[in-house]
T-cell receptor, first 111, second 115 residues
Framework: GEDVEQSLFLSVREGDSSVINCTYTDSSSTYLYWYKQEPGAGLQLLTYIFSNMDMKQDQRLTVLLNKKDKHLSLRIADTQTGDSAIYFCAETGFRDDKIIFGKGTRLHILP | DAGVTQSPTHLIKTRGQQVTLRCSPKSGHDTVSWYQQALGQGPQFIFQ???????QRGNFPDRFSGHQFPNYSSELNVNALLLGDSALYLC??????????????FGPGTRLTVL
């Protein structure tokens, strides 16, 4: 079945880079996403990558995809206090409307 | 440009009751998806509505039903509430046919507590 796994917690010092990792099981995954959820707020789509890409960079965000190992990572450069949130890895299949989410990684920023 | 809105923000019900949650999609969007997010978990797909019909359904019992209106807004109904139905219910809207990726935009959610 479809499953998305990610570590639950990550602590990073302000100014350092954060790397959040995720693994998924569905080999037919077409799009892989990173969503951000701040307390009391809905989900914000940060970035996504199509399954035929290896890397995508968007300002401070870099997404790496290893399709062979079904491993996705999100790197946040120069982590700021405003980056403190829960980050969800998610995927959809080809022409599939539902998004499968991981349990989320809580990113804590140390001063 | 109004984003996805949901009402109410919070709701408290007792076991066995019925509840209706509402969602207005982002302006220009025609598709609404509903997700359940239990505490400490990621969102789980309940169903999606397009052209006033249920297009796809996740692994949820028939107690969960929905409706989409001609103005694309949507309702989620849950009957015979159980304690385990306590969760944040998220609505997401998208526009079908905009490309390979019909990006889903999420609302702030409705927090349902069942006592």
């Amino acid at each position: 079945g479809e499953d998305v796994e990610q570590s639950l917690f990550l602590s990073v010092r302000e100014g350092d880079s954060s790397v959040i990792n995720c693994t998924y099981t569905d080999s037919s995954s077409t799009y892989l996403y990173w969503y951000k959820q701040e307390p009391g707020a809905g989900l914000q789509l940060l970035t996504y990558i199509f399954s035929n890409m290896d890397m995508k960079q968007d300002q401070r965000l870099t997404v790496l995809l290893n399709k062979k190992d079904k491993h996705l990572s999100l790197r946040i450069a120069d982590t700021q206090t405003g980056d403190s949130a829960i980050y969800f890895c998610a995927e959809t299949g080809f022409r599939d409307d539902k998004i499968i989410f991981g349990k989320g990684t809580r990113l804590h920023i140390l001063p | 440009d109004a984003g996805v809105t949901q009402s109410p923000t919070h709701l408290i019900k007792t076991r066995g009751q019925q509840v209706t949650l509402r969602c207005s999609p982002k302006s220009g969007h025609d598709t609404v998806s509903w997700y359940q997010q239990a505490l400490g978990q990621g969102p789980q797909f309940i169903f999606q509505y397009y052209e006033e019909e249920e297009r796809q359904r996740g692994n949820f019992p028939d107690r969960f039903s929905g409706h989409q209106f001609p103005n694309y807004s949507s309702e989620l109904n849950v009957n015979a509430l159980l304690l385990g139905d306590s969760a944040l219910y998220l609505c997401a809207s998208s526009l079908v046919g905009t490309g390979d990726l019909d990006t889903q935009y999420f609302g702030p959610g409705t927090r349902l507590t069942v006592l």
